[in-house]
Structures are given as C-alpha cells and as structure tokens.
C-alpha cells in the first residue's frame, strides 16, 4: 500500500512561516521524484516545488522562489517545503504527490497523492 501523508499545515500571519513535512509509506524514495502541489476553491491545482530525492535536483516556480525551499530525509523517507514570508496568496490546500524517476518535465506526471493539508495565510 502506497501512501503518501501531509502535515504541518494551519493558519499563520502574512509574513509568517510553516514546514510542510510529506510521509512516504509502502514505498521508499530510492529514485522518486516528489512535488508539491496547491488547490484553493475555483482554481486548477498549481505545481509549487519538486525535488528528486537521489540527485537533490529541485525546480520552483518563480511565485515561490527565494520564499519556499525543499529538502529530503531519505532514511525517514519525509520529504519537506519550508516556507517563509508567506502572504494571503499562498492560501491553499497543499498536497505532496510522487512519480518514480527523475523529476518530470511537466506537473502532469505524478503517480501517488497524498490527503492534502490546509494553510491558511492571514493578513
């Protein structure tokens, strides 16, 4: 059983900061690639960051860079998304999702999914 778990959303202040953490289980990320994800009401689901957890490749878009970084505990096979000067925009569900392989080309590409977990940014 392949699952992938998301915690350490909440509700923070505009300027604030929160870790995501991302929990693999009935698998191992020898070789995956894992991204993050965001969906709020009415919107398409945004690719945010992704990391390959064998070489430390990571790719953000630009809306986050400088502001959210990605990291991997590969012996806990956690993977995480610190994010920093948060503003009302990055309000969303966020999910964490995995493909195996080198990081995809496109956001399209993930196999694996995890629950999602709420952040909420107030101004």
């Known amino acids: 059983e392949m699952q992938l778990v998301e915690s350490g959303g909440g509700l923070v202040q505009a300027g604030g900061s929160l870790r995501l953490s991302c929990a693999a289980s009935g698998f191992t990320f020898d070789d995956y690639s894992i991204g993050w994800f965001r969906q709020v009401p009415g919107k398409e689901r945004e690719g945010v960051a992704c990391?390959?957890?064998?070489?430390?490749?990571?790719y953000y878009i630009d809306s986050v860079k400088g502001r959210f970084t990605m990291s991997s505990d590969n012996a806990k096979n956690t993977v995480y998304l610190q994010m920093n000067s948060l503003n009302p925009e990055d309000t969303a569900i966020y999910y964490c999702a995995a493909v195996w392989g080198p990081l995809p080309m496109t956001w399209g590409g993930y196999d694996y999914w995890g629950q999602g977990t709420q952040v909420t940014v107030s101004s």
């Open positions: 990391i390959h957890t064998t070489s430390g490749n990571t």
